[in-house]
């Protein structure tokens, strides 16, 4: 079945770091592939989202490519801040098969140090 | 704010009990989703509802059921309820096709002891 692989955590930056949160995804067909976000004693919100190869989709300053060659689709950011600090999750939904939920990754919590 | 709105935000109840939560979707949604989230499975999902029928089923246990009403209001019903069903039980909604957006309540705590 379809499934999503994320770099396991935690991960602690110093604020303005250079971030990368590594997901990849196993699928039939074609996905549509998400980064949810989740702050601490809040619930899930979308960050961004690609329906397609080669889109990149992106917001607050993170980016992520769904790169259908190499089935992935990283989180980066150019510059953190001690606000980014949050769980991040990976997921896919659609695809051959698919029955029209969301599949998550296990999530990545990021820590940023001022 | 996501336009989905989850009741309670938290309850504590005692292990043997019967809660149900309720979910209302946002405006247009016909897709209710449940998922639950603990700290040893992480986001689990549990069950879909498209238009008052359900659609897809995932981990969900035999003492949990759901169901979606008319007004599309969803509720799920978790009995017999055991410390390890202590967790974080989100409903989302969304419209069908795959490439849109499921959207993420807050969440109800739920608290077995």
């Known amino acids: 079945g379809n499934s999503v692989t994320q770099m396991e955590g935690p991960v602690t930056l110093s604020e303005e770091a250079f971030l990368t949160i590594n997901c990849t995804y196993t699928?039939?067909?074609?996905?549509?592939l998400f980064w949810y976000v989740q702050y601490p004693g809040e619930g899930l919100q979308l960050l961004l989202k690609?329906?397609?190869?080669?889109d990149k989709g992106s917001n607050k300053g993170f980016e992520a490519t769904y790169r259908k060659e190499t089935t992935s689709f990283h989180l980066e950011k150019g510059s953190v801040q001690v606000s980014d600090s949050a769980v991040y999750f990976c997921?896919?939904?659609?695809?051959?098969?698919?029955?029209?939920?969301?599949?998550f990754g296990k999530g990545t919590k990021l820590s940023v140090k001022p | 704010d996501s336009g989905v709105t989850q009741t309670p935000k938290h309850l504590i109840t005692a292990t043997g009990q019967r809660v149900t939560l309720r979910c209302s979707p946002r405006?247009?949604?016909?897709?209710v989703y449940w998922y639950q989230q603990s700290l040893d499975q992480g986001l689990q999902f549990l069950i879909q509802y498209y238009n008052g029928e359900e659609r897809a089923k995932g981990n969900i246990l035999e003492r949990f059921s759901a169901q979606q009403f008319p007004d599309l209001h969803s509720e799920l019903n978790l009995s017999s309820l055991e410390l390890g069903d202590s967790a974080l039980y989100f409903c989302?909604?969304?419209?069908?096709?795959?490439?849109?957006?499921?959207?993420f309540g807050e969440g109800s705590w739920l608290t077995v002891v």
């Open positions: 699928a039939t067909g074609y996905p549509s």
């Open positions: 690609a329906t397609k190869a080669d």
């Open positions: 997921a896919l939904r659609g695809g051959g098969g698919s029955q029209g939920n969301l599949i």
């Open positions: 405006s247009g949604d016909l897709s």
């Open positions: 989302a909604s969304s419209d069908q096709r795959a490439g849109n957006t499921i959207y």
